[in-house]
């Protein structure tokens, strides 16, 4: 049992008046950990504290090297600490133990490094060459500037549920290295991996009100992106929950950064390897049983090789091991809650009444009693206008649609309000690259490649802004421009 008194507030834990929330393992229905749930006053005292924090303390005045070392030394209380944190991801979100090593915890401590490494190399102001500009009455002024990135000031972070660990790091990392300081708010189904950072950030020597967790509803929720004291908000969920947040911070112009959801398509050429790509395609929908904002649940393929790849496809899904993410032969888990397992059940027959067919899967997996799981689901007879073709499902559902030439496999994969993420399939890369550069969305794969120095965010109703890279840093800074007269 993991369980917290208090929430992390101003560097240390404050007891909260509310209530208490029970955090349920979604592969066993067992209770797991419990939290405080946050309020009115939880939120007032955590962006007291972090304006403070910025107006008063010392955090945004260090030297960018100076953050890092502080940031270095989180990093090593993490990395010991991975094996405690892989259990947790697996109790508390429901993934396997591969995922939870690889994915949850290792693309989250290789972005994490590259943030500080990148960091190091920057040099806060800039300079600009001498320049001759007119000045009264016409002579030439000598004169010069430098721009200097400085941090926004107050961030809110509110977090999904999906891959808590890595989201929860992507918004504080690059916020504090840049010298913001900033408030947390998780996901109620997943509050625990946030929690467990408070008291490694007090070890790290981040200061009191620099980093600040709590948990809380809607009303928190409101307070984090309403309140003038607040300077920026960054929130990864729903695209719903997204305008939301945007209307919530509209009137204090707040800068919002926004990671929302994705339909993304996955194009496969007719002269691909179908065996290779096809159970690509379909490893892909079940990847934290499909709770995933950038998986390629549209799967667009030439109809000349339709059949077979709906074969493998089909097979591959089969033989899936579905079940408690801690034995460790268990591929896919269940999904978050009773909540999104009818939303997904629901989605999935409301398709299926409007003609699709299931290929295999669409429904829960008859030898699992506890736990709220879905079995993998590919379907046929879809129209890339149908619902389930143009909503997000949040399952491990996946739909074949076909095409004929590659102008229309661009029409189809652009024919959604979301822009998130892609992939293209091809022998010929360069026939590949071109199709990639087609697509309205903010990344594409291309023959599989990745690399978690490059940036992610989406066009579209899938977001604003971008997280990791070097890019995913300069959203935290504002830039100012002084110039001077030689």
């Given at each position: 049992?993991h369980q917290y008194k208090g929430l ?22 067992e209770i797991i950990g419990t939290v ?58 429901g993934a396997t133990k591969a995922l ?387």
């Amino acid at each position: 049992m993991h369980q917290y008194k208090g929430l992390y507030i101003n560097g240390d834990w404050s007891v909260a008046q509310g209530a208490v929330a029970e955090v349920v393992n979604p592969a066993t229905e067992e209770i797991i950990g419990t939290v405080p749930i946050g309020g009115a006053r939880e939120a007032e005292s955590a962006i007291a504290a972090a304006r403070a924090a910025f107006d008063s303390g010392p955090w945004p005045h260090l030297t960018p090297q100076e953050r890092c070392d502080v940031l270095d030394r989180f990093y090593a209380l993490l990395a010991a600490r991975q094996d405690e944190l892989e259990e947790l991801i697996v109790a508390e979100c429901g993934a396997t133990k591969a995922l939870a090593r690889i994915a949850h915890i290792g693309i989250a401590m290789d972005h994490f490094r590259f943030a500080v490494d990148e960091a190091r190399r920057r040099e806060a102001i800039t300079p600009v060459a001498p320049l001759v500009s007119a000045g009264p009455g016409g002579r030439g002024v000598l004169g010069s500037a430098v721009t200097i990135r400085e941090p926004v000031g107050v961030v809110s972070a509110i977090t999904a549920f999906n891959y808590p660990f890595l989201i929860n790091l992507a918004k504080i990392v690059p916020a504090l290295l840049m010298g913001n300081t900033l408030v947390l708010k998780p996901s109620p189904y997943t509050p625990l991996q946030a929690l467990v950072l408070g008291d490694l950030a007090t070890e790290a020597g981040i200061p009191p009100g620099v980093l600040n967790i709590i948990t809380g509803g809607t009303e928190v929720g409101r307070a984090m992106t309403s309140d003038p004291r607040v300077d920026m908000v960054t929130f990864t969920g729903s695209e719903s929950v997204g305008a939301t947040v945007m209307a919530q911070a509209a009137p204090t112009i707040k800068r919002v950064h926004l990671e929302l959801g994705g339909k993304s398509a996955l194009i496969a050429c007719e002269d691909v390897d179908i065996e290779q790509v096809a159970t690509q395609a379909a490893t892909g929908l079940v990847v934290q049983a499909g709770q995933g904002c950038g998986l390629c649940s549209r799967l667009l393929v030439h109809r000349s090789i339709m059949p077979s790849f709906i074969e493998v496809a089909k097979a591959v899904l089969e033989s899936v091991v579905v079940g408690d993410p801690a034995d460790p032969a268990t591929q896919m888990g269940p999904l978050i809650g009773n909540e999104q397992r009818t939303r997904v059940t629901d989605m999935v027959d409301a398709a299926v009444r409007d003609g699709a067919t299931v290929v295999t899967g669409g429904g829960r997996p008859p030898h699992l009693a506890k736990g709220f799981f879905y079995s993998p689901t590919l379907l046929t007879d879809v129209d890339n206008r149908d619902a389930i073709a143009q909503d997000e499902i949040f399952g491990p559902v996946g739909m074949v649609i076909g095409f004929d030439t590659d102008d229309e496999a661009v029409a189809l994969a652009n024919e959604s309000r979301y822009g998130l993420s892609g992939a293209v399939w091809s022998a010929d890369s360069g026939r590949a690259f071109a199709l990639a550069q087609r697509l309205r969305t903010g990344a594409v794969r291309v023959n599989g490649g990745s690399a978690v120095e490059v940036p992610w965010g989406g066009y579209k109703r899938s977001g604003i802004g971008r997280e990791y890279g070097a890019e995913g840093l300069d959203e935290y800074t504002e830039i100012k421009s002084i110039t001077y007269r030689s």
